[in-house]
């Protein structure tokens, strides 16, 4: 009974105690504990597995990104200009040509070894050419070529020294820039000639020409013109001193055929 009341007398006086530490608390501090009790503190979301489907894990060998082989299309051989050149030159099909650079295409690669109608003119080497731009130099080189020799040299060609047909580089060997017609087998580099009384002309000693050779060189380049559209030769600039250029080129820009005589 008595350790009873004693309990009850402590409880008293605790609960006294806590009473009396509220009322100690000032209206301000009462007011912040309601404003707190009043902000909603949001509850993360549990998140649902089925709104984020797990992707499929990569197999090892997806995980690199597949090698891209790329193949330059090859147009369509032109079998017409085939057909329409083998009357005038000993000619013979070509596979396609093998480059670093894709954009080096000849629509219908061709070795031309001689060109015939007239005086045959046998080539040093087979040069690899488009058909059109064969069939161009064939008809030129059976008219044009034949006659000019007679009227300045009173001979026939029999022999073309010549150079570069298809090569897959830039214009005058430089490394950046537009691609050359001889990229695109357009176009063909004549070295010198050899003639039936056995005389021969070496385009690189133009400035020391005979007279005669001369004149025959002359009437050739300005001839060309008519025939191509664009010749570059000696005194052009420093890359065609040694040859003449003939191609049958067409810029981008403009598909009609843009013509540079030099
Ligand atoms: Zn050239």
Do not use: W
């Not at 099909?93 to 629509?107: E, F, G, L, N, T």
């Not at 007679?150 to 029999?158: E, F, M, R, W």
């Amino acid at each position: 009974m008595f350790i009873r009341l004693i309990i009850a007398i402590l409880i008293s006086g605790l609960s006294s105690s806590v009473a009396s530490k509220e009322v100690a608390a000032g209206p301000v501090e009462r007011e912040l504990r309601l404003r707190a009790a009043d902000v909603t503190i949001p509850v993360q979301r549990p998140v649902d597995k089925r709104e984020f489907p797990s992707l499929p894990k990569l197999k090892k060998a997806e995980t690199s990104a597949p090698e891209i082989t790329v193949e330059t299309p090859q147009p369509a051989f032109d079998e017409a200009c085939f057909v329409k050149l083998s009357k005038t030159a000993f000619v013979s099909r070509a596979s396609p040509p093998i480059s670093k650079d894709p954009q080096c295409v000849i629509p219908s690669p061709v070795i031309l070894h001689r060109t015939l109608g007239g005086r045959s003119v046998k080539f040093t080497d087979g040069l690899l050419l488009d058909c059109n731009f064969a069939r161009q130099y064939a008809g030129f080189s059976s008219t044009t070529l034949q006659k000019l020799a007679k009227k300045h040299l009173n001979a026939g060609v029999t022999e073309l020294h010549s150079g570069q047909g298809f090569v897959c580089r830039r214009r005058n060997n430089r490394s950046t820039g537009k691609l050359s017609e001889h990229a695109f087998g357009n176009a063909l580099d004549l070295l010198g000639f050899k003639f039936n009384d056995g005389s021969s002309l070496n385009i690189r000693k133009a400035v020391d020409m005979p007279a005669r050779q001369a004149d025959f060189f002359n009437s050739l380049r300005e001839a060309s013109c008519g025939a191509f559209t664009t010749v570059l030769g000696p005194g052009s600039n420093p890359a065609h001193a040694t040859h003449l250029h003939l191609d049958l080129g067409r810029s981008k820009e403009n598909p009609n055929p843009y013509r540079i005589c030099e």
